[in-house]
């Protein structure tokens, strides 16, 4: 045996090795005896079919026409042993055994480096196919969970009207999304658990690489180096998670593909592993997406994203908005930094941060955060997007909520005109946009404007909902609430009639949208100049409400406030006087003294004290409130300057008229200058100043301030308006008098 046909032998041996397989299977693989393999393999030249067919079956296919190559060669060196070069240029000390080992180090090196390199390879090749699959799990935990949230909005629809089968058949779909969504993210976690350990093993076999070149490069010399030609390793076609399921309706085998690709990775990496250090890697514990500082509180432990995630879904089920506001914040933050702002993930993240934050109290806040959602969806993901025309919806809805609802309703109108264009006009989207495009107008000053617009949003959800929808019905009452703001209460009460009757029928008597209606149908009846039956119908209401919502409750006081205040319209302000007192004292033990109702009520027990024939108390009544509404409302505030100028008025009637006419002169100076001099409390107080003056004994100059305010309410209101008709008939007598007898 030549030192070739022994480098040939070993070659041959090592590919035996590697590939696992015993001389019994490989007999019959390439057709020799078990005894004539073990003969060549011990050094014997084997033919040149055999060297042929054991590389077919000992080498993979991606390697395979380089390693026949390599062995080709060596059969030729050992069956045609290259001339020794001649005696004189070969050093004495260099014997043929000294160059034998030599070479046969280079081969060992050779060996090592080309393991080295196919090594390297596998372990890229499976660190990009983890990172296709990241992106593949990604899209499809983003698929899921809006799968979910369909789902399970199908499914509450469908609580609400059937129950059975078909309910149970909604819910175990939910329950399989979800399973499906939690194993998602799962193999999500292992793939880039395996996306860092591949690639982090291949730097540390590209540190090896350099060495053993360096290494062969010394072993040759200035001869030929075997690894000078070495082929660049063809990459493995991609894995199965590299194909995304694009229809979607088969969540499962997905899952299946991707938990397939992940163990194919982690086999690879142990292997590789075990051949690098002696032992597979460890398992992680902890998922790989960490933030490396606490996002929560300084006391609390770090936590994933999948376990944040968790726990905000888990605070906003069970409807804590400031824990839900907080968990997503850390959450946007965290996907932000880790995949960037435009990642879907990250603006989904941010999306429910703004959300949360809105239901937590802080419109405005959530206004700018949906703004900045909204400029990057629209970059991102196109004008048109529907994740992009929702977060327009609900960066108008907090502007309305932050106290803005001018820019609201312009804001909601071109959401209205997109959605329309791109989801249709019967979308529910588009027609939940039109409802809040109509209130926002009204809540603009518009309520003729909203009364049309929620005119025309009846009919089309009348006709695709059904007129007991909730949203129809919401619709309509808001419809007749607009038509009693544009100045139609008699339209309006007729309207509210209706609604009573069909929420009373959909809903229920009890319901909280049901005693809504009730209420604003008796305040339309009031207002269309009927305040004794607005009064009963208060009465039955309020019955009903204590009964449903308690006698403590906000909306019972008011009912019990606009009771009162009917009683005295019907002409019995005695009873209204005493009924406001009650409602005084219930109001500030519930409310608090410095509470709007409480200080409303206050008003309306002065009022109807004076009503009732008790002006010396009223003026008292009237003192207090006075002093309590500067200290809560301001001194300047609209309800102030109008106790002011009921005290004034009681003050007169109560028998001093020179108390009351200073009252109203110092009154009339701050209405010109924070009403105007046109405002009808600015006018009303210079009527009253007028009269008190000539009741104080001064006619003439009474005679001179009724005949600047004809002047002016002639100007203002017309000259055959009550108000000026009325100056006009206390002229006559001031001018007698101050003329004389």
């Known amino acids: 045996m030549n030192t070739h046909a022994g ?19 490989l007999s019959k693989q390439v057709g020799y005896s078990t005894t004539q393999l073990s003969t060549h393999l011990s050094g014997r030249i084997p033919p040149h079919s055999l060297v042929v067919s054991l590389i077919a079956a000992t080498v993979p296919p991606a390697l395979r026409e380089r390693r026949e190559a390599e062995a080709i060669r060596l059969l030729r060196d050992a069956e045609h042993p290259p001339r020794p070069a001649a005696r004189p240029v070969v050093p004495a000390q260099v014997s043929a055994v000294s160059l034998a080992q030599v070479q046969a180090e280079q081969i060992q090196v050779y060996e090592r480096l080309t393991r080295a390199l196919e090594q390297e390879g596998e372990l ?7 990172a296709r699959l990241v992106w593949v799990l990604l899209g499809m935990v983003s698929t899921l969970e809006d799968r979910v949230r369909k789902l399970t909005g199908e499914r509450d629809q469908l609580a609400d009207q059937v129950a059975g089968d078909e309910l149970e058949t909604a819910r175990r779909r939910v329950g399989r999304a979800e399973e499906q969504k939690a194993t998602a993210e799962s193999e999500l976690a292992r793939a880039r658990e395996k996306q860092r350990q591949a690639e982090k093993l291949a730097d540390r076999l590209r540190q090896e690489i350099e060495a053993l070149t360096d290494e062969l490069d010394r072993l040759r010399g200035d001869g030929p180096s075997p690894h000078d030609h070495l082929p660049t390793l063809a990459p493995a076609s991609p894995g199965p998670g590299g194909e995304r399921d694009a229809e979607a309706d ?10 397939a690709v992940n163990d194919q990775d982690a086999d690879t990496i142990d292997r590789i592993s075990t051949e690098i250090t002696g032992s597979p890697v460890p398992v992680p514990t902890t998922q790989a997406l960490v933030p490396d500082n606490p996002l929560t ?22 409807g804590d908005a400031p824990e839900a506001a907080r968990l997503y914040g850390a959450l946007a933050a965290l996907s932000t930094a880790y995949f960037g702002p435009d990642h879907k993930e990250a603006l989904d993240n941010r999306a429910e941060h703004a959300y949360w934050v809105d239901e937590a109290g802080d419109p405005a806040t959530a206004r700018d955060l949906h703004a900045d959602v909204v400029t990057d969806r629209t970059r991102v993901l196109g004008p048109d997007h529907e994740h992009t025309l929702t977060s327009r919806h609900n960066h108008a809805s907090c502007t309305e909520k932050a106290g803005d609802p ?14 329309t264009r791109v989801l249709g006009p019967d979308h529910k989207a588009t027609l939940t946009s039109r409802h809040n495009h109509a209130y926002c107008t009204n809540a603009a000053g518009d309520p003729a404007t909203a009364r049309d617009l929620y005119a025309a949003l009846i009919t089309d959800y009348t006709r695709v909902l059904g007129p007991d929808h909730k949203a129809t019905l919401t619709s309509r009452h808001n ?10 209460s008699a339209t309006a009460r007729d309207l509210h009639a209706d ?92 409310l608090g003294p410095d509470h709007k109702a409480t200080l409303s009520s206050q008003h309306g027990h002065a009022y109807c004290t004076e009503k009732a024939g008790d002006p010396a108390a009223a003026r008292d009544l009237y003192a207090a409130l006075i002093t309590d509404c500067s200290r809560v409302l301001g001194p300047d505030h609209e309800h102030t300057l109008l106790s002011r100028h009921e005290h004034a008025y009681c003050t007169n009637a109560a028998g001093d008229p020179a108390t009351a006419r200073d009252l109203y002169a110092a009154l009339i100076t701050d209405c010109s200058r924070i009403l ?24 003439a100059t009474a005679r001179d301030l009724h005949a600047a305010l004809i002047t002016d309410r002639s100007r203002i209101l017309g000259p055959d308006h009550k108000a000026t008709l009325t100056s006009r008939a206390q002229l006559a007598p001031c001018t007698k008098e101050a003329a004389g007898p």
Do not use: M, W
């Not at 001018?406 to 959605?419: E, K, P, Q």
């Not at 009465?539 to 403590?552: C, E, H, N, S, Y």
């Not at 906000?554 to 005493?578: F, I, K, Q, V, W």
């Not at 105007?676 to 006619?699: V, W």
């Open 7 to 25: 480098l040939l032998a070993e070659f041959l041996r090592l590919r035996v090795d590697e590939s696992g397989k015993t001389l019994a299977v």
């Open 124 to 130: 890229r090749q499976a660190a990009e196919n983890s």
């Open 250 to 259: 088969d969540i499962d085998a997905a899952l299946a593909r991707a938990t």
């Open 297 to 318: 509180s300084p006391d609390r432990a770090n936590k994933s994203a999948v376990e944040l995630k968790e726990d905000a879904e888990v605070a906003a089920e069970r």
């Open 406 to 419: 001018a820019t609201a309703r312009d804001l909601h109108a071109d959401v209205v005109t997109d959605r």
């Open 479 to 488: 419809h007749a609430y607009c038509t009693e703001k544009a100045g139609d």
């Open 499 to 590: 609604v009573v009757t069909d929420r009373t029928r959909v809903l229920g008597p009890d319901h909280e949208h049901t005693l809504l209606s009730r209420h604003n149908h008796a305040s339309c009846t009031d207002a269309a100049g009927d305040s004794a039956t607005a009064r009963d119908l208060y009465a039955a209401l309020i019955t009903d409400r204590t009964r449903v919502l308690g006698p403590d409750h906000e909306h019972t006081l008011l009912s019990r406030h606009n009771h009162a205040y009917c009683t005295n319209a019907a002409g019995d302000p005695a009873t209204a006087r005493d009924l406001h007192a009650d409602v005084v004292t219930d109001c500030s033990r519930v």
């Open 676 to 699: 105007g001099p046109d405002h009808k409390t600015t006018l009303s107080s210079r009527h009253g100043h007028a009269s008190c003056t000539e009741k104080a004994g001064d006619p």
